[in-house]
């Protein structure tokens, strides 16, 4: 069955860096595009960033470009958020998606703390 994995969540302060991963599983990873998305405290859950297949497209919310990078390695079946001057803003749980044949699938998200 299709898993995803969310690590890297942690409370970090203003200007700082963190790093998610998304371990993917059950599906021919390097066969789909993958997206992370974040839901903040009382908001709805917005797309943050997307990478095709092999990794040649990446789009970005505008709130995260240029601070925020996804990047994947399909040998591991991982993809990955670079985030970077992460903003208090930024506070949300973060969670890795694939959609395989007309199907959402989702992991249970990973903590991110932006706080001074």
């Known amino acids: 069955q299709v898993q995803l994995v969310e690590s890297g969540g942690d409370l970090v302060q203003p200007g700082g860096s963190l790093r998610l991963s998304c371990a993917a599983s059950?599906?021919?990873?390097?066969?789909?595009?993958m997206r992370w998305y974040r839901q903040a405290p009382g908001k709805s859950r917005e797309l943050v960033a997307y990478?095709?297949?092999?990794?040649?497209?990446?789009r970005y919310a505008n709130s995260v470009k240029g601070r925020f990078t996804i990047s994947r390695d399909n040998a591991k079946n991982t993809v990955y958020l670079q985030m970077d001057s992460l903003k208090f803003e930024d506070t949300a749980v973060y969670y890795c998606?694939?959609?395989?044949?007309?199907?959402?699938?989702w992991g249970k998200g990973t903590l991110v703390t932006v706080s001074s």
């Open positions: 998606n694939a959609f395989l044949n007309g199907v959402d699938y």
């Open positions: 059950g599906f021919t990873f390097s066969n789909y595009g």
């Open positions: 990478i095709t297949s092999l990794g040649g497209t990446t």
